[in-house]
DNA sequence: CTTTGTAATCGTAACGTTACGATTGCATCG
DNA sequence: CGATGCAATCGTAACGTTACGATTACAAAG
């Protein structure tokens, strides 16, 4: 409630004035400052966050668009920590952070649109990439500051912040045939995404050094939930050349999927070998002997952050681009 | 980038006239308002948020404060669909959703006080109440809408949605005791607060109707993560009177104590039985007979946006209280 | 031909802040 | 004693929006 107007009248000063006191200008006499703070602080003022932001056209905000699969379903569990990570440092930074949940109704880039105009955030998170994604180039034209989780496949530079999805996939799968296995089952999240496609060209990499073709009906796609992945994998052991091994997507289909095997009383470890990637460290403390790839979801986000803030900072400072290799953990 | 300055000049009209053909003013003719439609949509015209919230008050805008245990550890499963059912919910009812995060170094009250006096926000969302919790006076005072995410001991009425603790952990110490267990063991996660002391309030009562005296001993405070959960399992295994039952504080919980189990080569459902409160249906995946309480965080997370915008569109209107009772599945 | 009424549009001020140029007071210097 | 320089403070305008009262044009009524 208090604002600087308040705080001029009660010192006779002018509104410029406290203003810049605040600020510690150096035009203003240092008694003045003190006691411009300390009125300051007494009334409890804190800037309007509107009228500088109309003023100077810095809102110091971040908003981070959040792709929801459903609205039902729980979401993958790195989205936790990344939060945690990203709202943390954008606090930290000075910023507050905006989530914008989209569902999969909504047309990105249409989001991303209202987003721009109406001068309500400094900088965008935008995830999900897709192929040719229209949003980068929308956000380039327009000289919004933005940085993309994830990446896609462009001529133009953009700064992004990603999980090497092909080394995990590469990875996980050379794992699975260390331990023998040829039959190699991958699950998939988003059909068309990048990250999805990621995975697919580690694993069929991996495949083709090895020499084995690739088997359409061992890759699954769409797997958010620990239901469809229990189903599906439940599906697969029912076939008379079961898959001997699996990539899992995240936690869930990695719940989903030990939940199949144990209605057939199977575990892991011996006929069939499971990998996953992790980013809760869940499946260190489940009973079976799992592959696990980690990826430190809250370091991405705070990375994701500061990117972000120095695209906002320096708009035509060096484009960022990070990339986070995951560390594999055998489990035994 | 375009605002009504511009679309004016280029229809020769007023900023007034625009701005109110916008809203379709009764005062504006007809064939005006489709002119100025039109063109609005032509040059991709949003209202600028800050020039909106600085005449008018209202933001449109709310915001969360999301309380952190620490800065390395997962939090609470729980907080993943809250969130989901915040966004998607503040969005659907037009605002948009800030998340404020505080570690446990941050003054809950200053961080509260901050909010207020930007008017960067129309109301607040508070959780991780505590015994008479300063906060909710200030902001009745100071007449800032809000919503908690559980109750306090205090004489005056405020709004809050709540999920009933007491109910959930007098059940599941009903529960084990119908197993058969008498030494119970109980599993709370912030010491002091609202949520804990609920939790500790029921398990008492189910315990002084049963007649049995409660072992201080038993009672394990801070188990946030899956290692702390796990370490304090294990201590007690070693006791020579070990527990037989345990009411795990959250899904990590439970994922900490059966890793415990695990190790000495046990399993829940014949010594030892446990019960936990979950809200990502993980357990029920698990490997393991477990009984569940389940609440649907999606709905509680919907539930505070649709109680703070009444309190945001009628700040004189009843207040309202909600409590979720959870739905308890014995596991078979 | 002036008055009254009404529909449509306009102009000004204000929300709280900051940028920038103008102004004041006072000591110093030729 | 008037000119100059400097430190300190002030006033105005602007960001984009909306509220409110004023103004215009024109038709109908006296």
Same mark, same amino acid.
């Given at each position: ?121 400094? @900088? $965008? ?9 229209? #949003?980068?180039?929308?956000? =380039?034209? /327009?000289?919004? !500051? ?118 057939? @009383? $199977? ?9 996953? #990637?992790?980013?809760?460290? =869940?499946? /260190?403390?489940? !009973? ?45």
């Amino acid at each position: 409630m208090a604002n600087l107007k308040q705080i001029a009248a009660e010192l006779s000063l002018s509104v410029t004035t406290v203003s810049r006191a605040l600020k510690d200008g150096p035009e203003v006499h240092p008694a003045t400052i003190a006691r411009v703070k300390e009125a300051a602080k007494r009334v409890n003022y804190v800037p309007n966050h509107h009228g500088r932001a109309l003023k100077t056209g810095r809102t110091l905000t971040m908003t981070a668009v959040y792709p929801m699969e459903t609205q039902d379903h729980l979401s993958d569990l790195l989205k936790l920590p990344l939060i945690e990570g990203m709202t943390l440092a954008a606090r930290q930074a000075g910023y507050s952070l905006s989530i914008y949940s989209t569902t999969p109704d909504d047309d990105p880039v249409e989001s991303v649109q209202r987003q721009l105009q109406a001068g309500s955030t400094d @900088g $965008l998170i935008i995830t999900r990439m897709v192929s040719g994604d229209p #949003r980068v180039k929308l956000l =380039l034209d /327009r000289g919004m !500051p933005f940085v993309a989780f994830g990446r896609t496949d462009l001529d133009t530079a953009y700064p992004y912040v990603d999980i090497d999805n092909e080394q995990i996939a590469y990875e996980a799968t050379r794992r699975l045939m260390d331990k023998g296995c040829r039959r190699i089952a991958l699950q998939l999240l988003v059909p068309g995404d990048q990250a999805s496609a990621m995975r697919l060209s580690g694993y069929a990499r991996a495949m083709a050094e090895a020499g084995i073709p690739i088997d359409q009906s061992l890759i699954g796609h769409g797997m958010f939930t620990m239901e469809s992945s229990a189903a599906w994998f439940d599906r697969m052991l029912a076939w008379p050349d079961q898959p001997t091994g699996l990539a899992c997507a995240n936690e869930l289909g990695l719940l989903g999927a030990l939940h199949a095997l144990g209605r057939r @009383g $199977l575990a892991p470890g011996s006929d069939i070998h499971i990998v996953t #990637r992790d980013s809760t460290r =869940l499946s /260190r403390f489940l !009973p079976a002997k799992i592959g696990v790839h980690f990826v430190d979801m809250a370091a991405v986000g705070r990375k994701l952050v500061e990117v972000l803030e120095s695209r906002i900072v320096n708009p035509l400072g060096p484009v960022e681009t990070v990339l986070f290799k995951g560390e594999f953990d055998p489990g035994e």
